[in-house]
C-alpha cells in the first residue's frame, strides 16, 4: 500500500492564483482530514470528510474549499491565494475516525504564496 | 476554545538519558491522547497512545495519562540522536472526529 500520497510536494503560487491539492488514500479509509502547519507551530485542522460526499469545517476553513466524491479521493482547492495561505499542507486520513483511531499522514504539499 | 498546550523546548538532553515531554490540555471530555513524532520537513508518524490513565510502555518509550490533571506525559529512556525531533501532542475532540495538536517540542539529544 502507498498510505496517502499528496501531489504536489512544492508549489509557488502568485497572490490571486487558484490551485488544488491532490490527496489519495489506498487503506479504504472513510474519515480523510486537511491540516496547514505554520512554522513552529501545530497543525490546524482545515476540513475533514467522514465520509464521500459529506465535508465539514475545520478550525481554519477560510479561503479553501474541499469535495470528496469517492472514498480515495480528497482534493483541497485554494481560490484567489493569498500570503497568509503559505504553509505546510498535510493530508491525513483514519478508518472510522472515533475515539482511540489513528491518523495516518501524507508527505505533505510546501506552499508559497508571493 | 480548546487547547492543547506544550513547552516548545528546546529540550536538550545527553545520549543515553531520560527526555521527558509534556503536555496538558483543556477539554475535560477528551479521551484518547496522542504522541506523534516528526523530523524536519517531514511528516508526523504515531509513536504512542494512550485511553486509560497510568503508564503505557512500548519500547524505550513510556506515555503516561493523568485525566484529572488533564495531564499528558512522553518519556523516552536511553535517548539516541536519532530521537532528536519535535514531538507533537495530539488530542481526539468530544466528538471523535479531529485531533486537537500542540505546538511540539523540539527536542535534541546529543551524542
Known amino acids: 500500500n502507498a498510505g496517502v500520497t499528496q501531489t504536489p510536494k512544492f508549489r509557488i503560487l502568485k497572490i490571486g492564483q487558484s490551485m488544488t491539492l491532490q490527496c489519495t488514500q489506498d487503506?479504504?479509509?472513510?474519515?480523510m482530514y486537511w491540516y496547514r502547519q505554520d512554522p513552529g507551530m501545530g497543525l490546524k485542522l482545515i476540513y475533514y470528510s467522514v465520509g464521500a460526499g459529506i465535508t465539514d469545517k475545520g478550525e481554519v476553513p477560510n479561503g479553501y474549499n474541499v469535495s470528496r466524491s469517492t472514498t480515495e479521493d480528497f482534493p483541497l482547492r485554494l481560490e484567489l491565494a493569498a500570503p497568509s495561505q503559505t504553509s505546510v499542507y498535510f493530508c491525513a486520513s483514519s478508518y472510522v475516525g472515533g475515539i482511540g483511531d489513528t491518523q495516518y499522514f501524507g508527505p505533505g504539499t510546501r506552499l508559497t504564496v508571493l | 476554545q480548546k487547547e492543547v498546550e506544550q513547552n516548545s523546548g528546546p529540550l536538550s538532553v545527553p545520549e543515553g538519558a531520560i527526555a521527558s515531554l509534556n503536555c496538558t490540555y483543556s477539554?475535560?471530555?477528551?479521551?484518547?491522547f496522542f504522541w506523534y513524532r516528526q523530523y524536519s520537513g517531514k511528516s508526523p508518524e504515531l509513536i504512542m497512545s494512550?485511553?486509560?490513565?497510568g503508564d503505557k510502555e512500548d519500547g524505550r518509550f513510556t506515555a503516561q495519562l493523568n485525566k484529572a490533571s488533564q495531564y499528558v506525559s512522553l518519556l523516552i529512556r536511553d535517548s539516541q540522536p536519532s530521537d532528536s525531533a519535535t514531538y507533537l501532542c495530539a488530542v481526539n475532540d468530544q466528538a471523535g472526529t479531529a485531533l486537537i495538536f500542540g505546538k511540539g517540542t523540539t527536542l535534541s539529544v546529543s551524542s
Open positions: 487503506m479504504n479509509h472513510n474519515y
Open positions: 494512550i485511553y486509560s490513565n
Open positions: 477539554d475535560r471530555g477528551s479521551q484518547s
